[in-house]
């Protein structure tokens, strides 16, 4: 069964910053990971991806403030969160993609809270 997991969740002051992270029980290495999110009444929003080989997107939301990367060694992928707002309010889903396109997992999300 593999597993997917995001952490580093929790409530952060508007302007503030926030660290979530995707490990998962499968070699990340191997997978594109993506960060979805999804605000309350609101459908899933697609936020940041980085490629098998470090390569990183990100959606015009949240260029600039947001940061993805890989820790191959930990077999963690982080997205820094800086000068939130409260619009990035949301449930912080990751998604691996198998490189050759053959598999993909979700997790089960991490809560961002941002408000005074």
């Known amino acids: 069964q593999v597993q997917v997991v995001e952490s580093g969740g929790g409530l952060v002051q508007p302007g503030g910053s926030l660290r979530v992270s995707c490990s998962a029980s499968i070699n990340i290495f191997d997978y594109h990971i993506d960060w979805y999110r999804q605000a309350p009444g609101k459908q899933r929003e697609w936020v940041a991806a980085v490629t098998s080989d470090g390569s990183p997107y990100y959606a015009d939301s949240v260029k600039g403030r947001f940061g993805i990367s890989r820790d191959n060694a930990n077999n963690v992928v982080n997205l820094q969160m800086n000068s939130l707002y409260p619009a990035d309010t949301a449930i912080y889903y990751c998604?691996?993609?198998?490189?050759?396109?053959?598999?993909?997992?979700w997790g089960q999300g991490t809560q961002v809270t941002v408000s005074s």
């Open positions: 998604k691996a993609t198998h490189f050759s396109g053959s598999a993909n997992y």
